[in-house]
């Protein structure tokens, strides 16, 4: 596997899109997607835990692309920002179509929950929340929360269901229902 360029080889995502902008090629399309891949992979890395694969990349990827080709400067927010939603709502996408086998009803609430409230603390701050803020929001202990995050990804036999409990008592909004 090809070592990871530093930082600094890697250029800004918002100076890489203008020089798109302005001289639109194949070249600017690729340096482009190498400004985006950093992003690409910590967003693939939050809803993939531990399962990023190239096919879940690969949709990061079309996200940045359909960003590219739908961004209005003139709604007031960044080419970062937008394309950064374009980049989690394929991954997201992608996730839940490739979650082949049936998950646990309450895990797949969860995990909306999860992936709520990381789209609403990305609108508002630009920022992706860390897992312990998720896990304050959503009322989960943090190794729950992991728990949860990789069902669907692999079999539920292989989900501790034991682990995913809340952290302060709310009667009858239990994630699992002790």
């Not at 639109?24 to 809803?47: C, D, K, M, N, T």
């Not at 630009?126 to 992991?146: K, Q």
Request: glycine share 6%.
């Amino acid at each position: 596997m090809a070592e990871e360029p530093t930082s600094d080889a890697n250029p800004d995502l918002e100076t890489a899109f203008r020089e798109y902008l302005l001289t639109p090629g194949e070249e600017q399309l690729a340096e482009l997607a190498v400004a985006a891949e950093r992003l690409i992979r910590h967003f693939a890395s939050i809803y993939a835990p531990g399962r990023v694969t190239e096919d879940v990349l690969q949709a990061g990827f079309e996200g940045l692309l359909k960003a590219v080709k739908k961004y209005d400067a003139s709604r007031g927010c960044t080419f970062t920002t937008y394309a950064g939603h374009c980049i989690i709502g394929e991954i997201r996408h992608h996730v839940r179509k490739e979650a082949s086998h049936r998950r646990l009803g309450c895990i797949s609430r969860l995990q909306d929950r999860v992936d709520q409230v990381i789209s609403e603390e990305f609108s508002r701050t630009g920022t992706v929340p860390t897992l312990s803020d998720i896990a304050l929001r959503v009322n989960v202990r943090e190794e729950g929360l992991i728990q949860a995050m990789t069902a669907g990804w692999v079999s539920l036999d292989e989900v501790n269901l034991n682990r995913i409990h809340s952290k302060r008592y709310e009667s009858f909004r239990l994630p699992i229902e002790d």
